[in-house]
């Protein structure tokens, strides 16, 4: 390990920095991946974060159904898919926050807020993901709405 580190700072710092870059590229769509999959599968423990999650799938699938003949329609969904992702953000400032004040007195807690942001950063992340392109989004809304009046029923 040692010896990967010194051959990398050995390398100029435009390539160090384009290797952290890739790095956290790949980290990035390795663990939106990770919580996409996930989510889908554990929420069936927690209705009301499954039925927030198909609603962000609805709205995506909606956007890209739509944006042609309706784009106001389209404008407002895609705002509206921003300001989760900016909600959830902000649940991570908090958690960052929490964890720096509570850490005073238990320390653990520190890491606590940090593994809380992180969550919180990878589900704002989620609500803005990009679409899966083996779907076709009309076919998608048929099944979440149907699940969404399944999970309301």
Not at 73 to 81: E, N, Q, R, T
Not at 139 to 148: A, D, G, M, N
Request: charge should be negative.
């Amino acid at each position: 390990m040692e010896q990967i580190i010194s051959t990398v700072t050995a390398w100029p710092i435009i390539l160090q920095g384009a290797l952290g870059s890739g790095l956290f590229a790949i980290a990035s769509y390795v663990f939106q991946k990770l919580y996409s999959y996930t989510s889908r599968h554990i929420t069936i423990i927690n209705k009301e974060h499954r039925r927030s999650r198909l609603r962000n799938d609805l709205g995506r699938c909606i956007v890209l159904t739509t944006y042609k003949e309706e784009p106001e329609k389209a404008g407002f969904l895609m705002v509206s898919l921003v300001y989760t992702a900016i909600e959830d953000i902000s649940k991570a400032l908090l958690m960052l926050v929490f964890g720096a004040i509570v850490s005073s007195f238990i320390p653990i807690f520190e890491y606590v807020g940090y593994v809380m942001a992180v969550y919180y950063l990878i589900q704002a992340l989620d609500s803005v993901r990009s679409w899966d392109n083996e779907k076709e989004p009309a076919t998608e809304i048929e099944r979440i709405e149907k699940e969404l009046n399944d999970l309301n029923a």
